[in-house]
């Protein structure tokens, strides 16, 4: 059972990107399931039905979300019916959506679980206690997880918390792609983070000029979505019957030039 899982798309050049790659990533992995961070699919921030839409109509299973997730205030709706589309489960209870989902592939039941790292992001729980609770209970033969977190401490702890216990643990939210990714003794496929699905012409996602005026003059700036130099950031693991990995391979992919 193959996954492939798509670090953060960036608006809609990221949406364009992923779905112009999609053919040659398709042909490449043979995915059995693609599972897609869709945090910044709504204009390069948080994500709506038009933009789930997007992603589940070039073939995605699965999407998760993280810390943008409610910037959309017309999403939540969404977020509620939408059994497909999950946000970090250590949020507040009650908040709208659900933290992970099952869904059938070639047979097997596969958990998807999406959490978010304690360490400056906005939490209610710790992402170690919730995974153990969600663990316990999840009627799944495999699970993967997103862990969006911003620091690499956290997620490589992560990791071993969870070796041998889940398929692959994916982090995500940096938006920038880390050289760490394999399979941990255990059998849990991990990887500090995969990376974003956007324009490398950017400072993760925005117009570097826009980055850099509000980082150098720290004045209101207005930040719009980078557009060139698309690539598609993500890993590919082999599930086996077990639930456990048997390799992981990074993806890094540049997007295909725009038709003229
Ligand atoms: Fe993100
Ligand atoms: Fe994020």
């Not at 398709?26 to 869709?38: Q, T, W």
């Not at 959309?72 to 250590?90: G, K, M, T």
């Not at 150098?216 to 060139?228: C, G, H, L, N």
Request: aromatic content about 6%; charged content about 20%; proline content about 6%.
């Amino acid at each position: 059972m193959r996954v492939l899982f798509i670090g953060d798309v960036v608006g809609s050049p990221g949406r364009r990107g992923l779905r112009d790659a999609m053919p040659g990533l398709r042909e490449r992995y043979a995915p059995d399931l693609i599972v897609v961070n869709g945090e910044n699919t709504a204009g390069g921030v948080g994500i709506t039905e038009r933009t789930a839409n997007d992603l589940f109509g070039i073939g995605t299973g699965v999407i998760t979300t993280g810390n943008h997730v409610y910037r959309h205030r017309e999403a939540y709706d969404f977020l509620e019916r939408e059994r497909l589309v999950i946000r970090p489960a250590n949020y507040p209870a009650g908040n709208p959506g659900r933290g992970f989902t099952v869904v059938e592939v070639g047979g097997m039941k596969v958990g998807v679980i999406n959490l978010s790292g304690g360490i400056g992001l906005k939490v209610a729980r710790s992402p170690f206690d919730t995974v153990d609770a969600i663990l316990e209970s999840i009627d799944a033969e495999a699970v993967i997880v997103d862990f969006h977190a911003e620091v690499t401490s956290e997620k490589v702890a992560m990791g071993w918390h969870l070796d041998g216990r889940v398929g692959a643990v994916f982090g995500t939210h940096t938006h920038v792609p880390t050289a760490d990714g394999r399979v941990l003794p255990g059998g849990t496929a991990f990887i500090s983070d995969v990376g974003m699905t956007g324009s490398r012409t950017s400072v993760l996602g925005v117009k570097p000029e826009q980055a850099l005026a509000s980082m150098i003059k720290q004045m209101p700036t207005r930040f719009e979505t980078a557009e060139e130099d698309v690539w598609v950031m993500g890993a590919v693991v082999e599930l086996n019957q077990r639930g456990l990995a048997d390799s992981f391979e990074q993806v890094m992919v540049p997007a295909p030039p725009p038709q003229a």
